[in-house]
């Protein structure tokens, strides 16, 4: 390959891995398209067929909970969906005719279905509040979870016909089976709103960026297939590693942003080259080895970060790395080969459907007012290095101090609902109307004869020591299963679930109530399990793993900055501003939904505590996510350097010549993530929010700001390798040939080189 660059003799240099794979699809254009859309419908097809299988409660959880949940499920034992109708009047008593009628409505609606059983009337169970103006009708859905929620829409619909017959009255249903139905059909529709508002933005913000219609479409129609075809991966594969409804919402997430990210990095540069006066053919192989390099590093570095979250053990997170992988793998692939190939077919033609005043804003002069606005900012910082490097860093230092005050739990359906919902309301009135906590601990005792005189008068001490020790109340609970030597008692907790009032009283339980009482049986097994011991335990399981996530992380990223860049400064820069932005993200993400600083502005409230997976999740993603820039940003001020611009000047080159591309695709990934954080889970909207705000932290003072203004402190000492390191393998620069416009130069905005031709002589021959 022989390609132009300004000034010097020619340079000769290999192809990398991106640069191959660029050129090979450019050459068999038919092949990498039809292949392409053959992988996607094949992965699509066998995934539908295959269907997905979810990770089961026994896998989800850690610690005791897991144990609990795996002994119920041998013995074919699970948990009934338990249902509760509420009939509550301000003025009339539960003894009062009108009431006992509603009452009894209830009853016979619900038994009329044919889909519910042990329906018990509030008179025959004492289910009357202390005041007198509530009771509750209390049953189960038939069927385990799945058919449990096939079966309880007919249950609700009876209830809501009770409700309409007496307006005065409040009858509303609530339980397992009607929350997770709920919940289901919120996920679903989130995700399609999701889908739907994510992609026009995604599209909208390309068509400014490009200004053609071709341009703007090929990246999301990419990133669209590279998500579908992961999809049906993730299905397909689904029968050895369980997949999630979160996994699905994070794989959208990730997979939108990445893939129209990456195809924007390539698709700029191709663009760029084009306009310097390169050939298509030269241009191709230009953007994949610079761009391509950039993409597969960046590709790289979020799959290993996210395979950390398998060290955590447990199936959630490894669900939702195992998807987050296969998505960016895809989306690299299809970067890296069918994008190659779309733009060597449409050539110029990629330039098609120019939107008349998106293309004149995008003229030389109009450009050049962007151009004003970066350097307003990079002129002061390269003046002041140390002074832009300190105020950078004091206002990211003091952005991350709230994460000191994070407090995390597994957030309740109360906390995970937004404020107003018909679930949160109807939870709200039966906790006014029967204090308690909503949700007990249960324990599970396996035994080798749970009806044996011993057990049953430990069973009874469990009891009588539960009450005494103040931190638990009745009604205590027992069920026996003697053909299955099972037994399960429920024990209310103090508090309200997640608080510490409730976690002393599940650590007295676990830790002194029941080894004093019932493991004192030879033989027996007692995990604690319940709402409250699986915040805990899970909270407990990832305080125990993300040191070791986080140092997994956090040394590969350094290894690969490190064999990317041959860089101690490099790789270390890279680690400490990534440290930044996700402490950055942390704080913004404690002040306003633990503490509710600002939530209202994004329609929720401060529910006390950040979702305990959202933490570590964030970082090993935008870990992984940052380098996008990092990589694309720092590779340009390399080339730069490596053809014998001064480390201050390719400082400013590297940073004002991908601030267009930088600036574009931050605001793509910034406005896909946003989406989240309007959807109706909580978890997802912390989720979206700090993703959001870390990424615009990263590109706007991380690489405007703190990038340009460290690697100007240390001048020379950016490229310092030791010779003890040398053994390292080199992962090229030298495939990358950046454009310097004559233009430019003669302007003063990028100094020649020594040597470098006039205007008129603007290129020199490279051969590859």
Request: aromatic residues 6%; charged residues 15%.
């Amino acid at each position: 390959m022989t390609a132009a660059l300004p000034g010097g003799n020619p340079v000769k240099t290999k192809l990398g891995m991106a640069a191959s794979m660029g050129a090979w699809s450019a050459r068999n254009r038919k092949t990498a398209v039809f292949g392409w859309l053959l992988f996607v419908v094949l992965a699509t097809f066998l995934g539908g067929l295959h269907g997905s299988e979810k990770v089961t409660d026994s896998e989800s959880m850690p610690g005791q909970v897991a144990r609990a949940a795996k002994i119920l499920d041998e013995a074919g034992l699970k948990p009934p969906a338990s249902e509760t109708v509420l009939v509550q009047s301000t003025a009339l008593t539960a003894d009062a005719p009108t009431f006992r009628t509603a009452v009894d409505q209830v009853v016979s609606a619900v038994n009329g279905t044919g889909k519910a059983e042990g329906v018990q009337s509030p008179y025959d169970t004492k289910a009357v509040s202390a005041d007198g103006h509530s009771a509750l009708v209390q049953f189960t859905v038939k069927g385990e979870r799945k058919e449990a929620v096939e079966n309880v829409p007919a249950i609700m619909d009876a209830v809501a016909q009770v409700q309409k017959q007496h307006p005065d009255l409040t009858v509303v249903e609530l339980g397992d089976a009607s929350s997770n139905k709920w919940i289901q059909d919120q996920f679903s529709d989130d995700f399609a709103r999701a889908e739907w508002t994510a992609v026009p933005l995604a599209l909208g913000i390309l068509l400014i960026a490009f200004g053609a219609l071709v341009a703007a479409v090929l990246p999301v129609v990419l990133a669209i297939t590279a998500f579908v075809a992961a999809g049906g991966l993730v299905a397909l594969s689904s029968g050895f590693l369980h997949t999630s409804d979160n996994a699905s919402s994070v794989m959208l997430l990730v997979g939108l942003a990445v893939g129209v990210d990456y195809c924007l990095f390539y698709l700029r540069r191709e663009r760029e080259e084009r306009a310097a006066g390169r050939d298509l053919e030269t241009a191709l192989k230009i953007a994949a080895a610079t761009s391509g390099r950039a993409v597969l590093v960046s590709g790289v570095t979020v799959v290993v970060a996210m395979a950390g979250m398998f060290l955590t053990g447990i199936a959630e997170f490894q669900a939702m790395s195992y998807a987050t992988i296969v998505v960016v793998i895809t989306a690299v692939l299809g970067s890296l080969t069918v994008l190659p190939a779309l733009l060597s077919m449409l050539g110029d033609k990629v330039e098609k459907g120019r939107v008349p005043l998106l293309a004149r804003l995008r003229r030389p002069d109009a450009a050049a007012t962007g151009g004003r606005v970066w350097n307003a900012v990079l002129t002061p910082v390269l003046r002041h290095p140390l002074a832009a490097t300190v105020l950078a860093g004091a206002l990211l230092v003091g952005l991350a101090a709230p994460m000191l005050t994070m407090h995390t739990a597994n957030l309740t359906f109360q906390q995970q609902l937004p404020k107003g919902n018909e679930l949160v309301t109807t939870s709200e009135k039966i906790e006014a109307a029967f204090p308690g906590s909503p949700a007990p601990a249960t324990v599970v005792i396996k035994a080798t004869d749970i009806t044996s005189p011993a057990m049953t008068a430990a069973i009874a001490d469990l009891r009588t020591r539960a009450l005494a020790s103040g931190r638990m109340h009745g009604p205590i609970e027992v069920a026996v299963h003697p053909e299955k030597n099972i037994a399960t008692v429920d024990i209310p907790l103090q508090g309200s679930g997640n608080d510490t009032a409730s976690n002393d009283a599940l650590k007295t339980l676990r830790g002194e109530i029941v080894p004093a009482t019932v493991l004192k049986v030879p033989g027996t097994e007692a995990p604690v399990t319940g709402r409250t011991a699986g915040s805990y335990d899970f909270n407990a399981k990832m305080t125990g793993s993300m040191p070791l996530v986080f140092g997994f992380v956090v040394l590969f990223a350094f290894l690969l900055m490190l064999t990317s860049f041959r860089s101690l400064a490099v790789a270390a820069t890279a680690v400490v501003l990534n440290l930044l932005s996700v402490g950055a993200a942390y704080g913004v993400l404690t002040l306003v939904f633990q503490h509710g600083v600002g939530a209202s502005l994004l329609g929720t409230a401060g529910v006390g505590a950040v979702e305990s997976w959202v933490p570590l999740f964030l970082f090993v993603i935008l870990f992984g996510l940052s380098m996008d820039y990092h990589v694309f940003v720092v590779s340009r001020i390399k080339e730069g350097r490596d053809r014998g611009l001064p480390t201050r000047t390719a400082i400013a080159h590297g940073i004002r010549s991908t601030a267009g591309v930088v600036t574009s695709a931050a605001v793509i990934m910034v406005a896909v993530f946003g989406v989240f954080g309007t959807l109706s889970m909580q978890a997802m909207k912390q989720m979206g929010v700090g993703l959001a705000v870390a990424v615009l932290i990263d590109a706007t003072v991380i690489r405007a700001v703190l990038l340009p203004s460290v690697m100007t402190l240390l001048g020379e000492r950016n490229w310092y390798l030791p010779s003890w390191l040398r053994w390292l393998p080199e992962l090229s620069h030298g495939e990358s040939f950046p454009p310097v416009d004559a233009g430019q130069v003669s302007q003063g905005t990028v100094p020649a080189p020594a040597g470098a031709p006039a205007e008129g002589a603007r290129h020199r021959r490279i051969e590859v």
